[in-house]
């Protein structure tokens, strides 16, 4: 891997695994926004639960995920990438911040090009 392709690499393995374990952990303080507001009201209608128990469910999958891509980024990468499309689906269904809808798909995209740049390479002979 060359010198620039390494760094991109590493900048998306530490994103990636850094942003959703902050998101996560954030899930449980509110600090950086009230999450309970990307909900829309037809999916809280449809969970068993309060919408912030719902959160709180949501910031330990990010927890593990984020975790996940620090130990494993190629595995962790596309769970990452899985959970942002989930949510951009979510919002895009519901109407509702269709801007961040975009992020996360464009995010899902990044995800998705560290798992491409973790996977093992096979060493082939040249010709």
Not at 112 to 121: E, H, W, Y
């Amino acid at each position: 891997m060359d010198t620039n392709t390494l760094t991109v690499k590493k900048l998306l393995h530490y994103t990636f695994g850094f942003v959703p374990t902050i998101a996560g952990i954030d899930k449980f303080t509110n600090v950086l926004t009230d999450w309970t507001h990307y909900v829309s009201p037809n999916m809280a209608d449809i969970i068993p639960f309060e919408v912030s128990t719902f959160m709180i469910i949501v910031g330990v999958i990010e927890i593990i995920a984020g975790i996940l891509v620090i130990i494993r980024p190629m595995i962790g990468a596309y769970i990452v990438m899985a959970w942002l499309v989930l949510i951009a689906l979510t919002l895009i269904v519901s109407g509702s911040y269709l801007d961040i809808a975009v992020r996360d798909l464009v995010m899902a995209i990044a995800a998705f090009s560290l798992a491409k740049l973790s996977a093992p390479t096979l060493n082939k002979p040249k010709n």
